[in-house]
């Protein structure tokens, strides 16, 4: 049996990596964009967004979402803009994006490449769903329609709320 250990990251690492990549890309930090479970998220005055993860296995994920946007020449989907892969640094985990604007679509580190990350009941899918459709509302449709484009192109969604999907 394997075991992982799973450490904390703290908010001193992540802004260490955070800096230590703009140094090396001689980039100045703007704002802080968000954050979360995975990671931060700071724009610079490029104008692009750096992702600096707390865990490997996000940053994986992440990753190959992007080579699998970019490979596809995938820029919108649905009419909602995806941010475009600049840069990325494997040591520092940090992946840099162009920065977009409303409406659109981001956050790739719990999306499945070629099939979902999990398998999980039909109970649980409905039960997930009906939890989507009351954060959309009358959304809804558009976000189905989103989820879809996304897996012709062999993406799986799986965050989906309405921070990751926004619309105008």
Same mark, same amino acid.
């Given at each position: 049996?394997?075991?992982?250990?799973? #450490? @904390?990251?703290?908010?001193?690492?992540?802004?260490?990596?955070?800096?230590?990549?703009?140094?090396?890309?001689?980039?100045?930090?703007?704002?802080? =964009?968000?954050?979360?479970?995975?990671? +931060?998220?700071? &724009?610079?005055? =490029? @104008?692009?967004? *750096?992702?600096?993860?707390?865990?490997?296995?996000?940053?994986?994920?992440?990753?190959?979402?992007?080579?699998?946007?970019?490979?596809?020449? +995938?820029? &919108?989907?649905?009419?909602? !803009?995806? @941010?475009?892969?600049?840069?990325?640094? %494997?040591?520092?985990? *940090?992946?840099?994006? $162009?920065?977009?604007?409303? @409406?659109?679509?981001? %956050? #790739?580190? &719990?999306?499945?490449?070629?099939?979902?990350?999990?398998?999980?009941?039909?109970?649980? =899918?409905? $039960?997930?769903?009906?939890?989507?459709?009351?954060?959309?509302?009358?959304?809804?449709? !558009?976000?189905?329609? *989103? +989820?879809?484009? #996304?897996?012709?192109?062999?993406?799986?969604?799986?965050?989906?709320?309405?921070?990751?999907?926004? #619309?105008?």
């Amino acid at each position: 049996m394997l075991v992982v250990m799973v #450490f @904390p990251v703290s908010d001193e690492d992540l802004r260490f990596r955070l800096t230590e990549y703009a140094k090396r890309r001689k980039l100045e930090i703007h704002e802080h =964009l968000g954050g979360g479970i995975q990671g +931060i998220v700071f &724009s610079t005055y =490029l @104008p692009s967004a *750096i992702k600096v993860f707390k865990r490997r296995v996000h940053y994986e994920r992440e990753v190959a979402v992007y080579h699998r946007i970019k490979s596809r020449g +995938i820029s &919108s989907v649905c009419g909602f !803009t995806v @941010p475009k892969p600049l840069r990325r640094h %494997d040591e520092l985990m *940090i992946v840099e994006m $162009e920065l977009v604007v409303k @409406p659109f679509v981001l %956050d #790739f580190a &719990s999306a499945g490449v070629d099939g979902p990350l999990f398998e999980y009941s039909a109970e649980t =899918l409905a $039960e997930d769903e009906q939890r989507r459709k009351e954060l959309f509302e009358d959304r809804w449709p !558009t976000v189905k329609n *989103i +989820i879809a484009e #996304f897996r012709m192109h062999g993406i799986y969604l799986s965050d989906v709320k309405p921070g990751n999907i926004m #619309f105008e």
